[in-house]
């Protein structure tokens, strides 16, 4: 069975501090993806990244970055100097085979100006 | 370019009471998903719909059915609505094979 940690059930950041979302994954499959996905309060999910199990390069995209690392099934999110528009409500999924994805709870991150 | 577009956007409904939601696809996408988001809980999957037909399904009950039409828009129903039915549906699509989902805007479902 695949599962989704995400501890952090509340994050609040002042504006251009940088903030790390934590998530965990478990799945016995070799072969994964992992994503982030943005819930602003309008509640549509939108899409961050894409990650392959093979691939364990993080990505720089902007403000946010990713680190992946299998030894510890973690999918780390980094947004580098926050802003009030990246407050909301963040998801870390995991599809595995060809399975659906499963979502972890969800950090909610507040950005105070 | 479209994106994933769902409807109603809000609805009320009592116990008992049947829904159906809908959803439309993003351009050149042929595979729906339906997830169900409790509040302060992440989404549930529901079940897929690829080729017109359910493919897979989550821990849901028979009352949560689908349906997948030629142009790849897709229903949800749920029937006897329960108050626990509350909550906001997603639809996602996606392309052919392990594709990334892209959501729709979520119809917002309170039941009373």
């Known amino acids: 069975a695949q599962k989704v940690t995400q501890a952090q059930t509340e994050i609040s950041v002042v504006e251009k501090e940088d903030v790390t979302l934590d998530c965990v994954y478990e799945?016995?499959?070799?072969?994964?993806?992992l994503f982030w996905y943005k819930q602003p309060p309008s509640g549509e999910l939108v899409f961050l990244i894409r990650r392959n199990s093979f691939d364990e390069q993080n990505e720089i995209s902007g403000r946010y970055s990713w680190n992946f690392q299998k030894s510890t099934s973690s999918f780390n999110f980094t947004i580098t100097a926050s802003q009030v528009v990246d407050s909301a409500v963040y998801f870390c999924?995991?599809?595995?085979?060809?399975?659906?994805?499963?979502f972890g709870k969800g950090t909610r991150l507040s950005v105070i100006a | 370019d479209a994106g994933v577009t769902q409807s109603p956007t809000h609805l009320i409904k009592t116990r008992g009471q049947q829904v159906t939601l809908r959803c439309s696809p993003k351009?050149?996408?042929?595979?729906v998903s339906w997830y169900q988001q409790a509040l302060g809980q992440g989404p549930q999957f529901i079940f897929q719909y690829y080729e017109e037909e359910e493919r897979q399904r989550g821990n849901f009950p028979d009352r949560f059915s689908g349906h997948q039409f030629p142009n790849y828009s897709s229903e949800l129903n749920v029937n006897a609505l329960l108050l626990g039915d509350s909550a906001l549906y997603l639809c996602?699509?996606?392309?052919?094979?392990?594709?990334?989902?892209?959501f729709g805007p979520g119809t917002r479902l309170l039941v009373l």
């Open positions: 999924a995991l599809s595995a085979g060809n399975t659906p994805l499963v």
């Open positions: 996602a699509s996606s392309s052919p094979g392990l594709g990334t989902q892209y």
């Open positions: 351009s050149g996408h042929d595979t």
């Open positions: 799945t016995r499959d070799t072969t994964y993806y």
